[in-house]
């Protein structure tokens, strides 16, 4: 009876003293100019962050040339903080794969592995650890895609390199039409899951029924550790007589909240523009669905994740690094949203 009421409280010690993964939080950047911002570096520090995600550039296929080329390159104004790592990311717009062939995906790779690694020494570093190849690839073009990350991993350039790849939702439910990328890991986008472009009240930046839907049943089995990707960022969805019209870069919570320019619905997230609006090129009658999220969105969208991820260490990364964003959360916000994981 001695031995087992030893044993019994032995497991229970090793139980209370197993150590919680560690989750290392961070952010994207994601502008086409690195400054040095101290109230940026600020947020850095105070996570603790010991590497940031930046946005190399992106890649689009141009029809003059009949080629995939950079669009929107990043220039770094100054260097990144000596105590942070770069993780370049590089996102391709999946039309490029049904563009191109395979032979074509390998000189795609061998430039975007030298453009990279030029983009890294312009920020002050010398090296990497992780490129990250940010795509939401089909069905259609998962074969060229993924002929296209194998080629990039056997560059010379990536030698000893991690490879990483974003993850959607619709891809974790559909593994056996979207295959599993030929990457050392994903990562998990918790971000822009609704239909955007669908008139109505949802909120297509975080949607927990989505979550539901896609994740639940799916998730824990995925067979590529996963880092998450969680929003920040807010945006106006314009629609016109019903119909999408875009997203407003002239349109912020001042804008929203100014009755002379829009009046609310009732409790809902739509705004009927009660005047002509040409700063923004917008009219008199369009709808605006002020779209933003909310430490408590955050907070059931990490508890939710906890329970169906995997257990392992991961980063956990805030999408994107800006003061106007972040200024909505307290620190104590996101420190509960970290520690969920």
Same mark, same amino acid.
């Given at each position: ?148 990350? #194998?080629?990039?991993?056997? &560059?010379? @350039?990536?030698?000893? =390199?991690? /490879? $990483?790849?974003? !993850? ?123 779209? #933003?999220?909310?430490?408590? &969105?955050? @907070?059931?969208?990490? =508890?939710? /994740? $906890?329970?169906? !991820? ?32």
């Amino acid at each position: 009876m001695r031995k087992i009421s030893i044993l019994v409280i032995s497991v229970f010690l090793f139980i209370g003293c197993k150590q919680k993964p560690v989750t290392h939080p961070t952010f994207y950047y994601w502008r086409t100019d690195y400054q040095n911002k101290k109230a940026e570096t600020a947020y850095l520090n105070q996570f603790k962050s010991k590497s940031l995600y930046v946005r190399i550039m992106d890649v689009d296929f141009n029809p003059d040339l009949q080629l995939p080329v950079p669009v929107s390159p990043i220039k770094f104004s100054d260097p990144l903080p000596k105590e942070t790592d770069i993780i370049p990311v590089v996102f391709i717009v999946n039309e490029v794969f049904n563009k191109i062939d395979t032979m074509q995906t390998a000189v795609m790779a061998d430039r975007i592995a030298k453009f990279v690694g030029a983009k890294v020494k312009q920020a002050g570093k010398q090296n990497y650890k992780e490129l990250q190849i940010d795509c939401d690839w089909t069905k259609g073009t998962r074969n060229r895609y993924f002929k296209f990350l #194998e080629q990039l991993k056997a &560059n010379p @350039l990536l030698k000893g =390199k991690t /490879l $990483s790849v974003t !993850l959607r939702l619709h891809q974790v439910k559909n593994i056996v039409s979207s295959g599993v990328p030929p990457a050392e890991k994903a990562i998990l986008m918790c971000y822009n899951m609704g239909n955007l472009r669908k008139y109505g009240e949802q909120n297509s930046i975080l949607d927990q029924r989505e979550m539901d839907l896609y994740l639940k049943d799916f998730l824990q089995q995925y067979p590529l550790p996963l880092d998450v990707a969680l929003p920040l960022f807010e945006w106006a969805v314009v629609f016109r007589n019903g119909q999408y019209a875009g997203i407003s870069k002239r349109i912020s919570k001042v804008q929203i909240n100014d009755k002379k320019l829009f009046k609310q619905r009732g409790n809902t997230i739509l705004y009927d523009l009660q005047v002509d609006y040409p700063a923004a090129g917008l009219k008199q009658g369009d709808v605006v669905r002020w779209e #933003e999220i909310s430490a408590e &969105n955050l @907070l059931v969208t990490s =508890k939710f /994740l $906890s329970r169906y !991820l995997s257990a392992g260490e991961r980063n956990l990364v805030f999408y994107h690094l800006d003061t106007d964003l972040l200024k909505h959360f307290t620190n104590e916000d996101l420190q509960k949203v970290i520690a969920n994981f």
